[in-house]
């Protein structure tokens, strides 16, 4: 599934036709700022669930206050549109969000399947009884290799969002074909809900469904607000703290949207694209490369900073103090494009680095450790995920040379890790002496265009397209 990076965020805005037209005040909705709303807001909920077709629902200006989370559709729905100007809504205990739907990490809502290749639109389950955790017409996640570890949801490294078109004698067909391939023989550690193999994973009845909030400020209670649905849009909204958090959408978008307080927005993971589109946002922090799209225009950041990206990343008159390529956690920065975007400084981060000290050599650029998914020293990340470029560092971080994964596998209580660094690895690479250490690469395919504020960005700018990070060439 691929969304042009340039034509969704320059699409016309929102279509004013609607199947239903409802008034929060109807379900007992007071904005005097004391009146606990939980309780309207669940016989909405109830009402819009057993709706179909495109759904707006008014809330009268005023100061709306819930002693509880704050979740709209977590009943279900098809498209609701919340239309909200001059509307505070006050969270005193909990969180906000959509739907609060999603993956399911108890053990029994997924299911494992043999090896399937980019281009299959038919996958087979492990254990064929499994179909009956799946429903055709249903929504699910194709995923492998956790890079976490644990958390929810799974922190996949390759994933793709699918609908199912038909189940079989212990198969899913897919409404369209796959993107990915995914290996049945990369190494489970542990619950099979991490997703190491090859796993399908069945998205909860509310997540189906596009829900946008306009001209709402949220009084946060210093936490993020999750939008757990298929498509989540927030626009004209004001955060006081954090902001609205990308998790588990095939879509979600911030359009004028302002989030200026304390704390930085987290990107999450398990995401198909990600827009920040005209909007101030203190800090945008991608947790890992588990975003498959980002695209940024007109982004300002007066007083903060930007850190990482997905996949594959469009950024367009992102202006900020601080940008640091490279995710804060997990995974590489993939792919990106900048163009007339700013900072003070830029550099590059990384919280997981391993010494290499942790690694076998086998021969044949097959590095091996005992255990897994992570080396004794580092238990706080995973590397080794197919498909990504990584570093060999020196002892002070300088860079030495990049190399890329292409498998995973684990046999006798070891995991094997095949690369395309020589056998043995030298104990000096391009003037630099080991010991060395291992990163995910920071970007290394990197355009830049216009680009001013430091050194970094007023070089790399002044380099041919799809150039390595600082030159760290593969």
């Known amino acids: 599934m691929s969304i042009s990076l340039r034509a969704s965020a320059s699409a016309a805005g929102t279509n004013n036709t609607f199947d239903n037209d409802l008034n929060f005040a109807t379900y007992g909705g007071i904005g005097d700022g004391v009146t606990n709303n939980a309780s309207a807001l669940s016989a909405f909920n109830t009402a819009y669930a057993a709706l179909s077709g495109r759904t707006r629902l008014t809330i009268n200006p005023g100061t709306y206050v819930f002693n509880s989370d704050v979740f709209w559709g977590t009943a279900g729905g098809v498209k609701l549109t919340i239309a909200a100007p001059n509307v505070t809504i ?13 993956v399911n990490n108890d053990g029994l809502h997924q299911a494992l399947i043999t090896t399937a290749n980019a281009g299959d639109t038919t996958v087979s389950l492990v254990t064929g009884a499994q179909t009956s955790r799946f429903t055709a017409g249903k929504w699910v996640i194709v995923s492998s290799i956790d890079m976490q570890g644990f958390g929810d949801p799974p922190n996949a490294g390759i994933f793709e969002f699918k609908k199912i078109a038909s189940i079989g004698s212990g198969t899913l067909t897919f409404a369209d074909p796959l993107v990915n391939s995914y290996k049945s023989t990369y190494p489970n550690y542990g619950t099979v809900y991490l997703g190491g193999p ?170 091996s450790y005992a255990g897994g998914p992570n080396p004794a020293s580092n238990t706080t990340g995973y590397w080794a995920v197919p498909g990504n470029n990584c570093v060999l560092l020196d002892a002070s971080n300088a860079w030495a040379r990049s190399f890329q994964v292409s498998d995973v596998t684990s046999s006798g209580g070891r995991t094997f890790v095949t690369t395309n660094l020589p056998f043995p690895v030298p104990g000096t690479i391009n003037g630099k002496s080991s010991p060395w250490r291992i990163a995910n690469h920071p970007c290394a395919d990197l355009t830049m265009t216009g680009c001013t504020g430091n050194s970094l960005f007023t070089t790399q700018s002044a380099l041919p397209a799809h150039t390595a990070f600082q030159s760290w060439t593969l």
Do not use: H
């Not at 006050?90 to 999603?102: L, P, R, W, Y």
């Not at 909860?204 to 209670?221: L, P, S, Y």
């Open 198 to 367: 090859a796993t399908v994973y069945a998205l909860g009845n509310a997540w189906d469904q596009e829900i946008e909030i306009q001209g709402v400020t949220f009084t946060d209670t210093s936490n993020l607000f999750y939008g757990k649905t298929r498509v989540a849009k927030y626009t004209d909204c004001t955060f006081n703290t954090y902001g609205p958090c990308p998790t588990q959408n095939i879509l979600f978008r911030a359009r004028r949207i302002t989030a200026t307080g304390f704390g930085g927005l987290e990107v999450d993971k398990m995401v198909q694209r990600a827009e920040f589109i005209d909007s101030t946002i203190r800090a945008i922090d991608f947790q890992s490369s588990g975003v498959n799209e980002v695209y940024a225009v007109n982004l300002s950041q007066p007083s903060g900073r930007w850190r990482g990206g997905g996949k594959s990343n469009y950024l367009n008159n992102v202006s900020t103090v601080t940008f640091n390529f490279g995710c804060m956690n997990y995974g590489p920065m993939g792919a990106t494009t900048m163009i007339n975007c700013s900072a003070s400084t830029g550099d590059w981060f990384s919280s997981n680095i391993f010494p290499f000290s942790d690694y076998n050599e086998e021969g044949g650029g097959v590095l």
């Open 90 to 102: 006050q969270c005193t205990s909990g969180v906000n969000g959509f739907a609060n739907s999603g």
